[in-house]
């Protein structure tokens, strides 16, 4: 005989994914101009898996428990991959607020016919956070990519500018007719130069490590002085 839950979740899944996208735009500051905040195939594709995990007549072996695990984490990784490009860019408490909202909503809606047993509840809870956990990973990573190709891009950007007026320095100070002020000026320029395109050279490493890049060492022999001794 079917669980009454699984059966349940199964008959109510448009009412959920409903109430889902009320509550979140009510609830999510981000869904504002959003035109539909779900995923209908992919949702309803997870909520059939949730209730697969409820079900007492579907067969579970070892190959249908690891193929719905990886689809739910294929659908989080979906869902949580798309509020990271969004236009309006959704902030990673919010992508987990959307799950909140949706263990929220499913658990009041099984609430109305039945007394949710103690496993079953864990069950639904547990995989709404396998869920989240890989739509939160997935999201931080794709932020994490767009940081870094923001910060090679500005690098690479404002390298031209600087290397333009880093000549114009050079032109200035080899100009045999140029005043005392215009060669303090083009020296402090230039200085101000040096430090900016030291500043963007530890962009570009910060980049680079946490891309997983690493950094490029010269090594080249040094003569060490005396032995330091004791005062």
Not at 34 to 53: G, M, P, Q, R, W
Not at 58 to 63: D, S
């Amino acid at each position: 005989m079917e669980n009454g839950i699984s059966e349940s979740l199964r008959r109510n899944i448009p009412r959920i994914l409903a109430i889902w996208e009320e509550q979140a735009y009510q609830n999510i500051l981000s869904s504002a101009g959003v035109t539909s905040l779900v995923l209908k195939n992919a949702i309803h594709s997870f909520l059939e898996y949730l209730a697969d995990e409820l079900s007492t007549t579907v067969e579970k072996t070892e190959v249908r428990a690891a193929q719905d695990k990886l689809n739910i984490v294929n659908f989080a990784k979906v869902h949580g991959g798309g509020r990271a490009i969004e236009p309006l860019h959704y902030t990673l408490a919010e992508v987990i607020l959307e799950f909140q909202i949706l263990q929220r909503v499913i658990l009041e809606i099984l609430e109305e016919q039945y007394s949710i047993p103690t496993n079953d509840r864990k069950t639904i809870i547990s995989v709404i956070n396998q869920a989240l956990t890989a739509a939160a990973t997935q999201f931080a990573e794709i932020q994490r990519q767009t940081q870094e190709q923001f910060a090679l891009t500005l690098v690479h950007d404002l390298r031209s500018p600087i290397h333009a007026a880093t000549m114009g320095v050079y032109i200035i100070k080899q100009d045999s007719t140029a005043s005392m002020e215009s060669l303090h000026v083009a020296d402090k320029i230039g200085k101000n130069l040096e430090r900016l395109e030291s500043m963007l050279r530890e962009l570009l490493d910060v980049s680079r490590i946490r891309s997983g890049i690493g950094l490029a060492f010269e090594l080249e022999a040094v003569r060490l002085g005396k032995r330091p001794t004791d005062c």
